[in-house]
């Protein structure tokens, strides 16, 4: 999910198991959605992407879900690895307009 | 792949210093984007380019100014460095605004503390 202040929400998930990872989005109007990875220290990694005529597109151990009834974008992660830990964030943007980013949850997962 | 350097990771700079960040993508990329990111507040974006010699405002712009002379760098100027400054630092591009499907690439960051 999104941010409620200063804190990111935290995801804690033991390894081995599936993750899931909400975010809510603005403009109903958004027609592309990205994931980003980005571990401590480091820039975001893009990680998977879809557009909005699709529900559902799966990657390498991951799968993003769009609901766009309700605003609804998740990112799926199959058998967390610790190296899976990070802040996860969502991006949507509509045509040639600016991508707005959300604020990120961070997936701990636990040995 | 695609690769964005950012040429400084970490700088420690003093109030009133200018400072220049810089930026290189070698996808050739049409655009390239400046954000800052601090705790709670995300990805804030304070210029893009879209062409060689051209920029755009972003969210935040007051305070900073950028330059593009060259397709492949973009560089990100603090004309006078204050402490408010203090952030991570992100530059990122991408093909083209013309395809509204054209994932945005980050660098690494440049860690910046003016002191």
């Known amino acids: 999910g999104e941010s409620v202040g200063l804190h990111l929400p935290t995801l804690s998930v033991q390894e081995g198991d599936n993750s899931i990872i909400n975010c809510a989005y603005s403009?109903?109007?958004?027609?592309?959605f990205i994931w980003y990875k980005q571990e401590s220290g480091k820039g975001p990694q893009f990680i998977i992407d879809i557009r909005s005529n699709m529900d559902k597109r799966q990657g390498q151990r991951v799968t993003v879900l769009l609901n766009k009834t309700v605003k609804h974008l998740s990112l799926q992660i199959a058998a967390t690895q610790p190296g899976d830990s990070a802040v996860y964030f969502c991006a949507e943007r509509q045509g040639y307009q600016k991508v707005t980013f959300g604020i990120g949850t961070k997936l701990q997962v636990i040995p | 792949d695609v690769k964005v350097t950012q040429s400084s990771r970490y700088l420690v700079k003093r109030t009133g210093e200018k400072v220049f960040l810089e930026c290189v993508q070698d996808m050739d990329h049409e655009n390239m984007f400046w954000y800052r990111q601090d705790p709670g507040l995300g990805l804030r974006l304070i210029y893009f380019s879209y062409d060689v010699k051209m920029k755009e405002k972003g969210d935040i712009p007051e305070g900073y100014s950028v330059s593009r002379e060259k397709k492949e760098r973009f560089s990100l100027i603090l004309e006078s460095a204050s402490t408010n400054q203090t952030s991570m630092y992100l530059c990122?591009?991408?093909?083209?605004?013309?395809?509204?499907?054209?994932?945005?690439?980050f660098g690494e960051g440049s860690w910046l503390t003016v002191v």
């Open positions: 990122a591009s991408s093909l083209s605004l013309m395809n509204s499907g054209n994932t945005i690439y």
């Open positions: 403009n109903s109007a958004s027609d592309y």
